[in-house]
């Protein structure tokens, strides 16, 4: 290689070079910072930003929170760590973005271009890292969360008009939730499986359960937001429960041992959800 050939090549390494370090230093965060933020929220849903900054083929931000909006304001959905935005040919799909859930969790997500939907794919997350699941009823001690869904969300303080999930959830222990008005002891669920899409209805494709209550859940819900207790369901109940935990449930146990052989329930369970009418069926049915 010529002396010529070799300043030309170590010119354009240089400027290169030069390129990246005025791109880091003269890096517009304020206004980026802004601009995405307006970019990632949709109606219903507010995203906040600690200041974005240039990384490796990509931007970084600190943390993400994602909250959504209801009557009474604001409400924290999913706090993400160390974020990155890779500057890829993801980008045709959408904005991406991977980051971190509480100290193990890993979550990947696409807010669509086109569309509306934002993507969500998680890996090993803790539940209790997750604030929206930390508020809901029966609580969620722990568990770990894999799988993925699309949501395309609805208004302000509405449901999402259309979600679609697969998710596997491991080791979850559930506490305060109640049969007939009567507390059920702390429940182990060593593996969960769900498919489900949501529309104008809930629609239970599979779930599947082990642990002190086995067995498997599918059917609709035709949910009243504003009123949970008046929502509607059709549900087919096929579930084994674990002999030791069922000594536990009290009076609960009186109740559910009229639709139970044994340690089986087998129900059909169809009407408004206060006033529902169950059909015992024979196991296996």
Known sequence: MNIS???KGAGAVLFVVLFMVGFFVNFPRESATESLARRLTRDGMLVELTPIHPVWFGLGVDEVRISEM???GPELVLSLQEVKIPLTWKLWRGLTAEGKVGKEGQLEGVVEWWGGGVEVQF???SLEDIPWIARQKPKI?????????RIVPGGQGAPPKQANWNLTMETLYLEGWEVVGQPVPVTRIDRVEFTGIMEQSIQIQNLALQGDIAGSITGTIQPMWQSPVMSTVNLDVNLAMQYDWMNQLG???MFLQGYMTGNQLSIAVKGPLMTAEIQRKEPGK
């Open 251 to 253: 009076l609960a146990r």
């Open 141 to 149: 001690l722990r568990g770990k969360l894999t799988g993925m869904g």
């Open 70 to 72: 209801t009557q009474s």
């Open 123 to 125: 890996d090993q997350v």
């Open 5 to 7: 050939a070799r300043m």
